[in-house]
T-cell receptor, first 114, second 115 residues
């Protein structure tokens, strides 16, 4: 069965420090891969997506993610975190067919220390 | 460009009562999704529409949940009768015809508390 694992429930970093959020997936083939962010009381906003090609993907707000097929991972990174980045981050996969059904991980809550 | 609109934003009901949520997708988006997000979990797809037809409702608890998109635009999700475990955020999302180039856009959600 398809699944997405985000092993860190909470992560706390200091403002200005670098960030890496982990995501591993279990899938029969390479799926489409996504990172979404959800601020309190808000809907989900797409940060970036990977479909094919360059395995390092650039997104909005200074985020990037790297697809590693050998590790079935799609980790999200940011070189310098801002206080406004505090939110919940969700990794998701979708099959490479017409259904486009997103399967989400359980999320990682990012806390930013001043 | 207007985003995905949902209402009501918040609803508190007693168990065994009914509730309905409304969603208006982004103009021109043929595909509409309803997701359920329980506290502490990622969203789970309940139902996916392509225009006014159902593409996938395999995870919709059909004994109590129903959804429709009669004219292929806005959609309603109904729960009747509600159970305590239905307390969640119900997220509506939309996209153009599913393909590798199209992004799924989410609304702000409808928060349901069943007491």
């Amino acid at each position: 069965a398809q699944s997405v694992t985000q092993p860190d429930i909470h992560i706390t970093v200091s403002e200005g420090a670098s960030l890496e959020l982990r995501c591993n997936y279990s899938y029969g083939a390479t799926p489409y891969l996504f990172w979404y962010v959800q601020s309190p009381g808000q809907g989900l906003q797409l940060l970036l997506k990977y479909f094919s090609g360059d395995t390092l993907v650039q997104g909005i707000k200074g985020f990037e993610a790297e697809f590693k097929r050998s590790q079935s991972s799609f980790n999200l990174r940011k070189p310098s975190v801002h206080w406004s980045d505090a939110a919940e981050y969700f990794c998701a996969v979708a099959p490479m067919d017409s259904s486009y059904k997103l399967i989400f991980g359980s999320g990682t809550r990012l806390l930013v220390r001043p | 460009e207007a985003g995905v609109a949902q209402s009501p934003r918040y609803k508190i009901i007693e168990k065994r009562q009914s509730v309905a949520f409304w969603c208006n997708p982004i103009s021109g988006h043929a595909t509409l999704y309803w997701y359920q997000q329980i506290l502490g979990q990622g969203p789970k797809l309940l139902i996916q529409f392509q225009n006014n037809g159902v593409v996938d409702d395999s995870q919709l608890p059909k004994d109590r949940f129903s959804a429709e998109r009669l004219k292929g635009v806005d959609s309603t999700l109904k729960i009747q009768p509600a159970k305590l475990e239905d307390s969640a955020v119900y997220l509506c999302a939309s996209s153009l015809v599913p393909s590798s180039g199209n992004t799924i856009y989410f609304g702000e959600g409808s928060w349901l508390t069943v007491v």
